[in-house]
């Protein structure tokens, strides 16, 4: 399994590549078994006393990850900013956050603040989280973009504008190609996945996922769309025609990039504006808004609802809008 990176696009796009599979075999029938070793190894040491943060150091640090992302972290989170830290300090050697500070604002700080802007954004997601959306796409969304042609005339396009591991770019997909067989003729269809996360995006391109992570997707759906390896742990991957139908591309929700080309039916951008500040939530909201076909639809966070819609966009379910 390997990664591209499409300098071609400014926003830098990253295709998944089934040639060159380099991770574990995945099966779809009992053959040969795979086997993982597990090699332990036991160290006695004593832990020096891990560098405590101040709440100075933590508003340098939180105001440094927020240029980059636009994620707002309060400074009452203390023990949350140590916990995400601390590993970096310790890769780096730094005996305090003064240090850490320091290497923030000397000549390598740029490349630093992107490292600790990874280090502070959440990447929780699920398959089939918040289920009633990918119901209601099924339902209705769904049939009124084919009735405009889409999928028909034209690629039917669904973006996961925040897509951390992609579980919810590949539930879309699931949907779409279940949709898509129940129809005579099928239908052209792609998924399409972004994140601010280089790191995020890589473990999305690979679309492997552990027994815990794949607990939401039913039964059926497992069978048809994953691809199961020997041995213990017991990973999961995407199949190729699903894999085939995705791409995955860095971008960043409130500052997006001119050279971000997507034309979407239908964006997910849910469960990452709660990080944002209103004027980031209103950017980012606008991005993805001017991504959208006209008609196409918006799905929000069901903690997220739009106190203030931009004009165009019309609520017409809990946290589902149209583009009008
Ligand atoms: C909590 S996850 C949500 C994943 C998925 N949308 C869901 O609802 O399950 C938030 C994701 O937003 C990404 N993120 C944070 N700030 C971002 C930004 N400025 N632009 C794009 N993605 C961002 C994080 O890297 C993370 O993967």
């Not at 150091?57 to 916990?83: N, P």
């Not at 995006?201 to 492997?208: E, K, P």
């Amino acid at each position: 399994m390997a990664i591209r990176r499409d300098d071609r696009c400014g926003a830098g796009r990253w295709a998944i590549d089934d040639d060159a599979c380099a991770g574990p075999a995945f099966h779809r029938s009992r053959k040969r078994p795979l086997r993982f070793r597990v090699t332990a190894m036991a160290q006695k040491s004593v832990a020096p006393a891990a560098p405590r943060l101040n709440p100075a150091q933590a508003r340098i640090l939180i105001d440094t990850a927020r240029k980059i992302t636009g994620v707002a972290i309060s400074t009452d989170k203390l023990s949350f900013l140590e916990l995400r830290v601390s590993r970096r300090l310790r890769e780096l050697g730094c005996q305090d956050y003064d240090g850490y500070v320091d290497l923030l604002r000397g000549p390598n700080g740029a490349a630093e603040a992107r490292y600790l802007a990874e280090a502070l954004t959440t990447h929780t997601t699920s398959f089939f989280r918040e289920k009633v959306h990918y119901d209601w796409l099924e339902r209705e969304g769904l049939p009124s973009l084919v009735e405009d042609g889409a999928g028909i005339d034209r690629k039917l396009t669904i973006w996961s504008a925040a897509c951390s591991l992609g579980s919810e770019m590949w539930t879309a997909a699931m949907v779409l190609e279940q949709f898509s067989q129940a129809r005579k003729g099928g239908l052209m269809w792609e998924v399409m996945g972004t994140d601010v996360s280089r790191q995020i995006l890589r473990q999305a391109a690979a679309a492997v996922f552990t027994e815990d992570q794949i607990a939401g997707i039913p039964d059926d759906l497992r069978r048809s769309y994953l691809l199961r390896s020997r041995g213990e742990p017991r990973l999961y991957r995407i199949v190729p025609e699903l894999r085939s139908r995705a791409r995955l591309a860095w971008a960043n929700l409130v500052d997006l990039d001119r050279k971000l080309q997507i034309t979407a039916d239908v964006a997910f951008l849910r469960n990452v504006l709660i990080y944002f500040q209103p004027e980031d939530q209103r950017r980012a909201v606008e991005g993805v808004v001017s991504r959208l076909r006209h008609g196409g639809y918006l799905l929000t966070g069901h903690s997220e609802s739009l106190a203030d819609p931009p004009a165009n966009l019309r609520q017409i379910a809990a946290s589902t809008y149209q583009k009008v």
